[in-house]
């Protein structure tokens, strides 16, 4: 992968509405704020001259790149995230976390969470190198912001709360693959925009990176890891086949209708 400078109320079925509403170009509805706003730094806390921090920087434009134009196409404006770098623990408006839970998104302050030792864990312990490793994952976070701004999370946190325990995992997996999706069709449109200047975003085997780490941080492999077998019922984020799957759907298709999870 080259980066430079940085130059989806009601049930689940409205979500399917939306989605679709969103990609032909018709008004949803107001399920995103039009009115004016100070757009948002890349990142709030970091420490300067960083390799690292300018890749995620990088990254982070290139996201904002792809869907300022989607939300554009739809006559929206796409009001990007802030996305925090912290070591060991932050306080976010979603509560305390803790570099132990990963890379976080939370939708109470529209902001990005990342332990940047999780790029050394994705090497080590998921066995996932590589810069598009990287940045499938910002790109997954960044997919959950869409989420919030198109309101799906909202809807998908009210049917879970409607909903039995094993139903609401279904839900959380399906929001969970459908951000997979959305990092995929990132990946789809960053790189066909890139298409014909002097470096291709994408180089040979990136895409084969992004699916490495989709599918060792799938539910099945980690409870595997840590419980020696697996329970389906209680996956929250999707099997390993699954994410891949979904992953590579958008990475395909580059179509919003078609990461659907939801139908």
Same mark, same amino acid.
């Given at each position: 992968?080259?980066?430079?400078?940085?130059?989806?109320?009601?049930?689940? /079925?409205?979500?399917?509405?939306?989605?679709?509403?969103?990609?032909?170009?018709?008004?949803?509805?107001?399920?995103?704020?039009?009115?004016?706003?100070?757009?948002?730094?890349?990142?709030?806390?970091?420490?300067?001259?960083?390799?690292?921090?300018?890749?995620?920087?990088?990254?982070?434009?290139?996201?904002?790149?792809?869907?300022?134009?989607?939300?554009?196409?739809?006559?929206?404006?796409?009001?990007?995230?802030?996305?925090?770098?912290?070591?060991?623990?932050?306080?976010?408006?979603?509560?305390?976390?803790?570099?132990?839970?990963?890379?976080?998104?939370?939708?109470?302050?529209?902001?990005?969470?990342?332990?940047?030792?999780?790029?050394?864990?994705?090497?080590?312990?998921?066995?996932?190198?590589?810069?598009?490793?990287?940045?499938?994952?910002?790109?997954?976070?960044?997919?959950?912001?869409?989420?919030?701004?198109?309101?799906?999370?909202?809807?998908?946190?009210?049917?879970?709360?409607?909903?039995?325990?094993?139903? #609401?995992?279904?839900?959380?997996?399906?929001?969970?693959?459908?951000?997979?999706?959305?990092? /995929?069709?990132?990946?789809?449109?960053?790189?066909?925009?890139?298409? /014909?200047?002097?470096?291709?975003?994408?180089?040979?085997?990136?895409?084969?990176?992004?699916?490495? #780490?989709?599918?060792?941080?799938?539910?099945?492999?980690?409870?595997?890891?840590?419980?020696?077998?697996?329970?389906?019922?209680?996956?929250?984020?999707?099997?390993? #086949?699954?994410?891949?799957?979904?992953?590579?759907?958008?990475?395909?298709?580059?179509?919003?209708?078609?990461?659907?999870?939801?139908?």
């Amino acid at each position: 992968m080259r980066v430079g400078p940085m130059a989806i109320g009601g049930g689940l /079925g409205t979500i399917v509405i939306v989605v679709i509403g969103l990609l032909l170009g018709v008004n949803p509805g107001d399920l995103i704020n039009t009115g004016s706003y100070d757009t948002v730094a890349p990142t709030e806390t970091a420490p300067a001259n960083d390799e690292t921090t300018d890749f995620v920087r990088a990254v982070v434009g290139y996201t904002e790149d792809t869907w300022s134009e989607i939300f554009r196409a739809a006559g929206k404006t796409y009001r990007p995230p802030t996305m925090v770098l912290y070591t060991g623990a932050v306080e976010s408006a979603c509560g305390f976390g803790q570099a132990a839970m990963g890379p976080f998104y939370c939708p109470g302050d529209e902001k990005v969470y990342l332990d940047l030792s999780f790029f050394q864990e994705l090497r080590s312990r998921f066995q996932a190198p590589g810069d598009f490793a990287q940045a499938y994952v910002i790109a997954h976070e960044v997919g959950h912001h869409v989420q919030n701004l198109l309101n799906i999370s909202s809807q998908v946190e009210a049917q879970r709360n409607r909903s039995s325990q094993t139903q #609401a995992n279904r839900a959380s997996v399906q929001l969970e693959l459908q951000a997979d999706c959305l990092a /995929g069709l990132w990946a789809n449109r960053t790189e066909r925009t890139q298409k /014909g200047q002097a470096q291709s975003f994408l180089d040979p085997g990136d895409v084969e990176e992004a699916l490495q #780490a989709a599918s060792m941080i799938g539910d099945d492999k980690l409870q595997m890891q840590t419980r020696g077998y697996v329970v389906p019922e209680s996956f929250t984020h999707g099997s390993a #086949a699954q994410r891949m799957q979904w992953f590579k759907q958008g990475f395909q298709t580059g179509n919003f209708e078609a990461c659907n999870t939801f139908n």
